[in-house]
């Protein structure tokens, strides 16, 4: 006599109806960049304010602390919502100039006002070049990728100034940081206006497959969803 049929195992199951099991969630998240990017121009505009002597140096502490607390939180929490929207080059780059901040926030703490130091000036100078990675890959998205690129040059000048202690370097480095945070007010206000379909609107130079969000629709946006990371089977 036969004994009862066993349900088939998982693997023995045909394709088609485990794809039919198989249901992806998807959550609406808010477009990370006009948060991340305004902690940013805070950060930017209070260095600035000491390279250029605006400030002084009696006022770091205030500066760093302030930076400790708003920006590097602000930038992170951007990067997380980044992650979780799928959106690598927005949490990637986010998480690194939170870092960055963070670096320079602790470093003016606990050094002797007006000090420089080569060591971080060399740190400097590297996350510089790291934020190429995600500058290169926001190509569809102009003014985000300039935003980006901006501050890996702001970093970069101020690692040189760090590392020579030349005041022409750290003058240049203020300089900078006040442009990058025009640039950045500007990007933070362009995509606030895109995520609320505000009637006046600011060119944040979309092209590309920074397009197709706003292009395609839903169908189209979530094809090859299955290849995404925490998807697919391994990262």
């Known amino acids: 006599m036969c004994g009862p049929m066993s349900e088939p195992r998982h693997e023995d199951r045909p394709r088609s109806e485990q794809l039919e099991m198989t249901r992806i969630v998807l959550r609406p998240t808010g477009n990370p960049l006009p948060l991340g990017f305004m902690a940013l121009a805070v950060a ?4 600035s304010c000491l390279q250029l002597g605006i400030l002084s140096t009696s006022e770091e502490s205030t500066v760093a602390l302030a930076v400790l607390v708003l920006t590097v939180p602000l930038q992170l929490l951007a990067a997380i919502i980044g992650f979780g929207a799928r959106d690598p080059i927005a949490g990637t780059g986010m998480a690194v100039v939170s870092g960055v901040w963070a670096m320079l926030a602790v470093s003016t703490l606990t050094s002797p006002p007006g000090s420089s130091s080569p060591a ?6 590297t996350a510089a070049l790291a934020m190429v990675v995600p500058a290169t890959a926001a190509g569809g998205k102009v003014v985000a990728a300039a935003v980006m690129i901006g501050s890996g040059v702001r970093f970069a000048v101020t690692g040189i100034s760090e590392f020579t202690g030349s005041g022409g370097w750290e003058t240049t480095a203020g300089v900078l940081g006040l442009v990058l945070a025009a640039m950045a007010l500007y990007a933070a206000l362009g995509f606030v206006l895109e995520e609320v379909d505000h009637p006046v609107r600011l060119p944040v130079l979309r092209r590309g497959a920074g397009l197709k969000p706003l292009r395609d629709d839903l169908e189209e946006q979530v094809e090859g969803i299955a290849r995404s990371a925490g998807v697919r089977h391994q990262l």
């Open 44 to 47: 930017t505009v209070g260095f």
């Open 120 to 125: 971080l000036g060399v740190l400097l100078m």
